[in-house]
């Protein structure tokens, strides 16, 4: 009877013991897990940095880093001849506007894109799902053949317009989702529809259009950071700002809302309310970024894509890192639309298309050998 005592208890140690290991073998797993996906985001975040330096260093006329630090820096005269003042002036209004709004148009694009996977449970969703882009797209048209102007600026008009459609065409699908109550498959479905019917009206103005006309449509809809002022800069970046701290606070529901949406609601996530406000956000940051730079197409597809690859399903790093991924994405692309073919400037949602879609491919390709 002691014998079998001794004997249990023994084993019950053995049990405690070899729990105890496990449990201090999950907790390594879960800090160099932690610690890699920090590291990842660390090295976006540096990456951001570095494309943004080139893409100001670089462009028709080379401006060499050693006198770009002369300029910024007490005293840099000593290291290399400071840039005159043509070359500052060139700096300040026209590079640094284009790294400005990339990193914008970037972070709010991509955070629009995953959100809106998240809210349709849909990973081939992105931000013009609900027909943005056509429909700012038919705005832009009308307010370029009406020769439309906001306080005397046609720019401003073809911007306001823009907006104003991509707007109202989001709110619609929101509201037909929030009428027949299908929740996501009534947002993809409005979506794709009203796409179609801003497609063809857009293609119906093109169609009326004179050469002048249809030359100035067409250029909008390739997408040119080019175009966009610090005014038009700081007021994309606030709306941007304002959803991605949205975004931020909300991660951890958005976590639930991958277990469906009953679960979501057990855990005590208000699925209705959150979908409309995430819906809000990313109508209101797509619609700014796109009637301030044109159509740029495929960065809130592939930036939480990317991001879920490096460091997973937890929304509390893949959302970051999706904002820079995507910040990083424009930024290449603007540099590599400046360099390849200089002088000419190649639009920037021309090369993001051209350039991202076979490493995307690649990428899924990759992803699907990895898995098996």
């Given at each position: 009877m002691t014998a079998t005592v001794s004997a249990q208890g023994r084993d019950d140690t053995v049990g405690q013991v070899s729990a105890h290991?496990?449990?201090?073998?999950?907790?390594?797993?879960?800090?160099?897990?932690?610690?890699?996906?920090?590291?990842?985001?660390?090295?976006?975040?540096?990456?951001?940095?570095?494309?943004?330096w080139a893409g100001v260093v670089n462009g028709v006329t080379d401006i060499s880093s050693a006198r770009l630090l002369a300029t910024l820096l007490p005293g840099g005269d000593r290291l290399a001849t400071p840039l005159d003042w043509n070359e500052w002036v060139a700096v300040v209004q026209l590079r640094l506007p284009r790294i400005?709004?990339?990193v914008v148009a970037g972070v709010g694009l991509a955070l629009a894109g995953a959100t809106m996977q998240i809210i349709t449970a849909n990973p081939m969703a992105s931000p013009f799902t609900t027909g943005?882009?056509?429909?700012?797209?038919?705005?832009?048209?009308?307010?370029?053949?009406?020769?439309?102007?906001?306080?005397?600026?046609?720019?401003?008009?073809?911007?306001?317009?823009?907006?104003?459609?991509?707007?109202?065409?989001?709110?619609?699908?929101f509201a037909i989702a929030a009428v027949t109550r299908m929740g996501p498959t009534a947002i993809i479905l409005a979506?794709?529809?009203?796409?179609?019917?801003?497609?063809?009206?857009?293609?119906?103005?093109?169609?009326?259009?004179?050469?002048?006309q249809l030359s100035s449509i067409?250029?909008?809809?390739?997408?040119?950071?080019?175009?966009?002022?610090?005014?038009?800069?700081g007021i994309a970046a606030g709306v941007v700002f304002a959803a991605?701290?949205?975004?931020?606070?909300?991660?951890?529901?958005?976590?639930?809302?991958?277990?469906?949406?009953?679960?979501?609601?057990?855990?005590?996530?208000q699925v209705t309310r959150l979908r409309l406000e995430t819906g809000l956000a990313i109508t209101l940051v797509a619609a700014t970024v796109i009637s301030v730079t044109g159509v740029i197409g495929f960065v809130g597809l592939v930036a939480p894509h990317i991001a879920s690859m490096l460091v997973g399903a937890d929304e509390r790093y893949r959302l970051p890192l999706t904002a820079t991924v995507g910040a990083s994405v424009i930024l290449a692309a603007d540099l590599l639309g400046r360099l390849v073919l200089s002088p000419i400037i190649v639009?920037?949602?021309?090369?993001?298309?051209?350039?991202?879609?076979?490493?995307?491919?690649?990428?899924?390709?990759?992803?699907?050998?990895?898995?098996?």
């Open positions: 290991g496990r449990a201090a073998a999950d907790r390594r797993v879960i800090l160099r897990t932690r610690r890699s996906r920090r590291l990842v985001l660390a090295v976006s975040c540096v990456l951001v940095l570095v494309l943004s400005a709004m990339a943005i882009s056509n429909a700012a797209a038919f705005g832009a048209s009308i307010a370029i053949m009406a020769g439309l102007s906001l306080g005397g600026s046609r720019t401003l008009g073809t911007i306001a317009f823009a907006f104003i459609g991509a707007v109202l065409c989001s709110l619609l699908v979506g794709i529809a009203l796409s179609y019917l801003f497609s063809a009206l857009a293609a119906g103005l093109q169609y009326v259009a004179d050469e002048q067409i250029h909008w809809t390739f997408g040119d950071l080019g175009r966009a002022t610090w005014p038009q800069i991605s701290l949205h975004a931020r606070f909300n991660s951890t529901n958005y976590q639930r809302f991958a277990a469906g949406d009953d679960v979501a609601r057990s855990l005590g996530v639009p920037v949602g021309i090369v993001v298309s051209l350039v991202g879609v076979p490493v995307f491919l690649w990428l899924i390709l990759r992803e699907g050998r990895w898995s098996r």
